[in-house]
């Protein structure tokens, strides 16, 4: 860990830092300015023992990458080349943020997860060995490979070398060439049927890969086909394109020689997509109408039997050969427009049930969403949107969302969750800004369209947001980053500067400066660090080595102690040469008196160049000298002493699922983090449930 301390030199630091110091009390001669008696402090709690995770309120549920038996596992956002065994052990690919993992669900309903690996899965299939196949991409090729232990071992195809041309290519193992592997079955005389087709090509063609890794092309496909196999095993082409609506089974007129045979068909055109056969049926298939969002069995005559409606468009589904169920998961409407979330369970459709028969859940814990007040896991909350919370003493937490699934696209209240765990709404509705503070007797948010603090009464008395302060100076990159109120009760704000330009999607844009400055009572503005006319974008960004340290701040958190200590959460912004986003460098500095120190802090995720390290700062008047910080899924604790230490979730911001009881354990999506219900806790949003974080001593 890289640790520099300096004094105050330059003149105009040595006034930004007299400033910092008078406005917050960190030299003998300063005072805070601050008004309003202090929150009380918490009460003792528990003795420190060792961290552990418990609910305060709401129900625990949602994405992720957690084992555990059916409804207590927890499945990713995304779900790729979900298939069974013969044996009806289930296999995907999960894929979150920019992590993928290898699942697999025992006939039992027992959930495990591989190692993560980062290379682009496409497709997936079970062989006849019981092995799960994976197509992974890279550049215009793909390999198969199998899932052995934990880890793909290569089946067949290899990657192309520079200049060498896309085609496909027969032959065993590394010999073989495949381009695409779409829509793969596994056929009753234990083939693996795909369909592949080189970039430039016209059409596509059908291929097998045996179980030795040994790849045949066998004949041309029309574009627009799918692969099924039937219920005796056959392989056929379904094809529903250009008002062309067709079945063929494929045909083996003689060694080496493959042929289709249309087989007679009504089915109707547009209206269902076959998805796999039903288990013991002469010739009927499991078919989707995505218009009347339902799931029947459809003859090939094109009657239909048994349809079910499903509360969202379908996103995969799969069929289960030994019990003839179908594994399915299903979007959810989230009201606006093109907006869709994928839900965190699998459901099962059984065949002999009536249409009318409720889905089952099968796999994954359901999200339990909702804005119902009541105790502990009555409650229900929605943090889908995101969540913004702030406590101070013993008081409550405050808690905001954004209009979510739940709420009717509306502005759901502010809700308090008391140390009790009761939770309550207030007559104030919240308006998604992504702030929230306590100072001077009021709860405080922030509005970017006119940059403009609002107020209301903390007492709860208030109904709306009344205008407090405006000013120009919060319009940096975003509008305002930080509110938070110092020991002494003064009002502290901060903008945060991104630079403009370059690096594709996931490079910030906009331009601005970085600003720290403090808001009186009576609403004064005074800008202590930072010049409101400069304004920085790529082109004149200062370089790392030369960037004044509070250029890229994410929080700031003060220390009453009887030398108080500021402490703010950098995370410093890398571009290349050409001026585009590269990375974050996270830092902690400390600043005490005139003294600063800054402390390098870990990245956590280098996969993902614009998701930012770490989030949130938080201290606790019990705990001097203790800082702690969340991350995408995780809490850590800084000291002096040891420096960064993880306390509850895990360094991988890929989301794992929430395991409450005793740490370390897993802790998913973190929302915000607070101070606790007493003295030794935090509050920590996660899972669309507020829980309460043991620290350890």
């Given at each position: 860990?890289?640790?520099?301390t300096?004094?105050?030199?330059?003149?105009?630091?040595?006034?930004?830092?007299?400033?910092?110091?008078?406005?917050?009390?960190?030299?003998?001669?300063?005072?805070?300015?601050?008004?309003?008696?202090?929150?009380?402090?918490?009460?003792?709690g528990?003795?420190?023992?060792?961290?552990?995770?418990?609910?305060?309120?709401g129900?625990?549920?949602?994405?992720?990458?957690?084992?555990?038996?059916?409804?207590?596992?927890?499945?990713?956002?995304e779900?790729i080349?979900?298939?069974?065994?013969?044996?009806?052990?289930?296999?995907?690919?999960?894929?979150?943020?920019?992590?993928?993992?290898?699942?697999?669900?025992?006939a039992?309903?027992?959930?495990?997860?591989?190692?993560?690996?980062?290379q682009?899965?496409?497709?997936?299939?079970?062989?006849?060995?019981?092995r799960?196949?994976?197509?992974?991409?890279?550049?215009?090729v793909?390999?198969?490979?199998?899932?052995?232990?934990?880890?793909?071992?290569?089946?067949?195809?290899?990657?192309r070398?520079?200049?060498?041309?896309?085609?496909?290519?027969?032959g065993?193992?590394?010999?073989?060439?495949?381009?695409r592997?779409?829509?793969?079955?596994?056929?009753?005389?234990?083939?693996v049927?795909?369909l592949?087709?080189?970039?430039?090509?016209?059409?596509r063609?059908?291929?097998?890969?045996?179980?030795d890794g040994?790849v045949?092309?066998?004949l041309?496909?029309?574009?627009?086909?799918?692969?099924?196999v039937?219920?005796?095993?056959?392989?056929?082409?379904?094809?529903?394109?250009?008002?062309?609506?067709e079945?063929a089974?494929?045909a083996?007129?003689?060694?080496?020689?493959?042929?289709?045979?249309?087989?007679?068909?009504?089915?109707?055109?547009g209206?269902?997509?076959?998805?796999?056969?039903?288990?013991?049926?002469?010739?009927?298939y499991?078919?989707?109408?995505?218009?009347?969002?339902?799931?029947?069995?459809?003859?090939?005559?094109?009657?239909?039997?048994?349809?079910?409606?499903?509360?969202?468009?379908?996103?995969?589904?799969?069929?289960n050969?030994?019990?003839?169920?179908l594994?399915?998961?299903?979007?959810?409407d989230l009201?606006a427009?093109?907006?869709?979330?994928?839900?965190?369970?699998l459901?099962?459709?059984?065949?002999?049930q009536?249409?009318?028969?409720p889905?089952?859940?099968?796999?994954g814990?359901?999200?339990?969403?909702?804005?119902?007040d009541?105790?502990?896991?009555?409650?229900?909350?929605?943090f889908?949107?995101?969540?913004h919370?702030?406590?101070?003493?013993?008081?409550?937490?405050?808690?905001?969302?954004?209009?979510?699934?739940?709420?009717?696209?509306?502005a759901?209240?502010?809700?308090t969750?008391?140390?009790?765990?009761?939770?309550?709404?207030?007559?104030?509705?919240?308006?998604?800004?992504?702030?929230?503070?306590?100072?001077?007797?009021?709860?405080?948010?922030?509005?970017?369209?006119?940059?403009?603090?609002?107020?209301?009464?903390?007492?709860?008395?208030?109904?709306?947001?009344?205008?407090?302060?405006?000013?120009?100076?919060?319009?940096?990159?975003?509008?305002?980053q930080?509110l938070r109120?110092?020991?002494?009760?003064?009002?502290w704000?901060?903008?945060?500067?991104?630079?403009a330009?370059?690096?594709?999607?996931?490079?910030?844009?906009g331009?601005g400066?970085?600003?720290?400055?403090?808001?009186?009572?009576?609403?004064?503005v005074?800008?202590?660090?930072?010049?409101?006319?400069?304004?920085?974008?790529?082109?004149?960004?200062?370089?790392?080595?030369?960037?004044?340290?509070?250029?890229?701040?994410?929080?700031?958190?003060?220390?009453?102690?009887a030398?108080?200590?500021?402490?703010?959460?950098?995370?410093?912004?890398?571009?290349t040469?050409?001026?585009?986003f590269?990375?974050?460098?996270?830092?902690?500095?400390?600043l005490?008196?005139?003294?600063?120190?800054?402390?390098?802090?870990?990245?956590?995720?280098t996969?993902r160049r614009e998701?930012?390290?770490?989030?949130?700062?938080?201290?606790?008047?019990?705990?001097?000298?203790q800082?702690?910080?969340?991350s995408?899924?995780?809490?850590?604790?800084?000291?002096?002493?040891?420096g960064l230490?993880?306390v509850?979730?895990q360094?991988d911001?890929?989301?794992?699922?929430?395991?409450?009881?005793?740490?370390?354990?897993?802790?998913?999506?973190?929302k915000?983090?607070?101070?606790?219900p007493?003295?030794?806790?935090?509050?920590?949003?996660?899972?669309?449930?507020?829980?309460?974080?043991g620290?350890?001593?």
């Amino acid at each position: 860990m890289r640790i520099s301390t300096e004094k105050v030199s330059s003149a105009l630091t040595r006034r930004h830092f007299a400033l910092w110091m008078t406005a917050s009390g960190l030299s003998a001669c300063g005072g805070g300015g601050g008004e309003g008696a202090p929150a009380p402090a918490p009460p003792p709690g528990p003795a420190p023992g060792p961290a552990s995770l418990s609910l305060m309120a709401g129900g625990l549920g949602g994405i992720g990458f957690l084992g555990g038996k059916d409804t207590q596992a927890r499945l990713p956002q995304e779900i790729i080349g979900l298939t069974f065994s013969t044996q009806g052990d289930m296999w995907f690919v999960g894929r979150g943020s920019d992590t993928q993992r290898i699942g697999h669900v025992s006939a039992q309903g027992t959930m495990t997860y591989g190692s993560a690996f980062t290379q682009h899965a496409i497709s997936g299939v079970v062989d006849a060995s019981g092995r799960y196949l994976v197509a992974l991409f890279f550049g215009p090729v793909q390999v198969v490979c199998a899932w052995e232990g934990d880890t793909l071992q290569v089946v067949a195809g290899r990657r192309r070398a520079p200049g060498e041309p896309d085609v496909m290519q027969d032959g065993k193992g590394a010999t073989a060439q495949i381009c695409r592997f779409d829509s793969p079955v596994l056929g009753g005389d234990g083939l693996v049927y795909f369909l592949d087709r080189p970039f430039v090509a016209a059409h596509r063609t059908l291929r097998a890969l045996a179980p030795d890794g040994t790849v045949t092309s066998l004949l041309a496909v029309p574009d627009g086909s799918r692969l099924l196999v039937s219920p005796t095993g056959a392989i056929r082409m379904f094809i529903d394109a250009q008002s062309r609506v067709e079945w063929a089974e494929l045909a083996n007129t003689a060694p080496g020689v493959y042929a289709w045979n249309v087989l007679p068909s009504s089915w109707p055109s547009g209206s269902a997509v076959p998805l796999a056969p039903v288990k013991g049926s002469a010739d009927r298939y499991w078919g989707y109408d995505a218009a009347a969002r339902t799931v029947a069995h459809y003859a090939l005559d094109g009657t239909r039997q048994n349809a079910r409606e499903l509360p969202g468009e379908l996103d995969v589904a799969a069929p289960n050969p030994a019990t003839g169920h179908l594994a399915l998961r299903i979007r959810r409407d989230l009201g606006a427009p093109n907006s869709w979330q994928y839900p965190a369970e699998l459901y099962l459709l059984d065949p002999s049930q009536a249409p009318t028969a409720p889905l089952s859940a099968w796999v994954g814990l359901p999200d339990q969403l909702g804005h119902t007040d009541g105790v502990g896991d009555a409650a229900r909350f929605d943090f889908t949107g995101g969540a913004h919370a702030i406590s101070e003493g013993s008081g409550p937490l405050f808690v905001a969302v954004g209009a979510g699934t739940t709420y009717g696209g509306a502005a759901p209240p502010v809700r308090t969750v008391a140390p009790s765990g009761q939770v309550a709404s207030t007559a104030l509705p919240y308006r998604r800004t992504g702030l929230l503070a306590i100072a001077y007797g009021y709860l405080l948010t922030y509005d970017r369209s006119t940059n403009t603090v609002l107020r209301t009464p903390k007492n709860g008395s208030g109904t709306v947001w009344e205008p407090w302060v405006q000013s120009s100076v919060f319009a940096g990159y975003g509008g305002l980053q930080v509110l938070r109120p110092d020991t002494t009760g003064l009002l502290w704000f901060a903008t945060r500067t991104l630079p403009a330009g370059g690096g594709g999607g996931s490079n910030p844009t906009g331009e601005g400066t970085s600003l720290i400055g403090t808001i009186s009572a009576t609403g004064k503005v005074q800008v202590l660090l930072g010049d409101p006319q400069q304004v920085y974008s790529a082109a004149n960004y200062p370089p790392l080595a030369q960037r004044p340290w509070y250029l890229d701040i994410t929080d700031i958190a003060f220390e009453g102690t009887a030398s108080p200590v500021s402490w703010v959460l950098c995370n410093r912004t890398v571009l290349t040469s050409q001026g585009e986003f590269e990375r974050y460098a996270p830092e902690l500095v400390r600043l005490e008196g005139a003294t600063r120190q800054a402390f390098a802090l870990p990245g956590l995720d280098t996969q993902r160049r614009e998701l930012m390290p770490y989030q949130q700062l938080c201290v606790l008047p019990s705990r001097l000298g203790q800082v702690f910080l969340s991350s995408p899924c995780g809490v850590y604790r800084w000291t002096m002493a040891k420096g960064l230490e993880l306390v509850a979730g895990q360094a991988d911001p890929t989301p794992a699922g929430v395991r409450l009881g005793s740490l370390p354990g897993s802790l998913n999506l973190v929302k915000f983090i607070s101070p606790g219900p007493d003295a030794n806790s935090l509050y920590v949003g996660s899972e669309n449930s507020v829980l309460r974080l043991g620290l350890p001593g």
